[in-house]
Structures are given as structure tokens and as C-alpha cells.
């Protein structure tokens, strides 16, 4: 099986489906943006970190896997068995947050990005998790997105301002309170 097909050369792209959509679509731009996110994810999992959390980071990629293919079909036309995301892949990322969050200070102040670069990598994640969110609920006031997609990135994102901090900590990284000018 050859990776081109020519198909897209014009501009379209087919949904699962077959609907053909113009590649700048709501949907394209979803999963689209989902899928530079799991990217993200992976060179944070690609980093010099506890194992524990390239475990946690290959599920998610799991799970984004799963909420791209939801993205990507066509919610009046395909009839494909797709997979589906559940509440405890939620309650997986609160879990984790509940974990790491018992281990961190409390936070008293917004935190500037950086420290580190596997730190920064995480936040950088976390901005486009938080894209692929507002893309989607645009994508939900036009066309049906399940309800669980959005919750799940939302928890992501925080899940990933989370693992920002615990990484930091665990690298001995400083965070850096915001201190705004007044």
C-alpha cells in the first residue's frame, strides 16, 4: 500500500465516511490539532523522565488516538465501529493529577513557562491541548462532538500543567511565580 494517494492534491480530504470536507474544515482542524498534541506528548515521553509518566503518556496517546478517530468520522455517515473513550480514562488523568498533586506545594501563584526543557515541552503541550479544546467545542456548536472528547481535553490540559510541575520538582527545577507589575 503506497502512503500517497493524490486524492487530497485538490484541496479535500474524506472523513471516515467518505465524505470529502476541504482540508481547512472544523473537523480537519480538530483532529488535525489533536494529532500535533500527541506529538507533543510523545517528545515529553521521549524526555529523561520517571518511567511512571512514559506509562501515563503512552495511554494518553492512546486515548488521543481514539478521540482522533472519533474526530474523523463523519457523525451522519459512518457506520465503522470506532473506539470509544469512557469516564475512567477521565477519572485515569484525575487519579494521576490527585497523585502528583499530594507530592507538590501548594500553589499560591500563576507560573511562568520554562525551568527546563522537559518542562517546558510540557506546557507547550498543555497550549496546544488547550487549542485542540477550543477548536472542538467550535467543531460541537456546528456538528456533534461526544461530550466525553471535550471533558477528556480539558482534563488533559490540566493533567499536563500538573506533570509540568511534578517534573520540575523531580529535576530540581525552579518554578518561577508570575509577579505581575501593578
Not at 135 to 164: C, K, W
Request: hydrophobic share 35%; charged share 30%.
Amino acid at each position: 500500500m503506497k502512503i500517497y494517494t493524490k486524492n487530497g492534491d485538490k484541496g479535500t480530504t474524506s472523513l471516515i465516511g467518505g465524505t470529502r470536507v476541504p482540508k481547512h474544515s472544523l473537523r480537519i482542524e480538530s483532529y488535525g490539532t489533536v494529532d500535533e498534541l500527541n506529538s507533543y506528548i510523545g517528545l515529553i515521553r521521549d524526555q529523561e523522565i520517571d518511567s511512571i509518566y512514559k506509562l501515563q503518556l503512552l495511554e494518553i496517546q492512546d486515548r488521543l488516538f481514539t478521540i482522533g478517530s472519533s474526530l474523523a468520522a463523519d457523525p451522519e455517515k459512518s457506520k465503522m465501529k470506532l473506539p470509544d473513550l469512557i469516564d475512567s480514562d477521565v477519572q485515569f488523568l484525575e487519579d494521576k493529577m490527585d497523585e502528583m498533586d499530594e507530592q507538590l506545594p501548594e500553589l499560591k501563584f500563576f507560573i511562568l513557562p520554562g525551568g527546563n526543557t522537559t518542562v517546558s515541552y510540557c506546557h507547550l503541550a498543555r497550549c496546544v491541548c488547550r487549542r485542540a479544546e477550543r477548536i472542538t467545542t467550535n467543531l460541537d456548536e456546528h456538528e456533534f462532538v461526544a461530550p466525553i472528547v471535550m471533558q477528556y481535553l480539558n482534563r488533559l490540559s490540566d493533567y499536563l500543567f500538573v506533570l509540568g510541575r511534578k517534573i520540575a520538582q523531580d529535576l530540581g527545577a525552579d518554578e518561577q511565580a508570575w509577579r505581575p507589575r501593578i
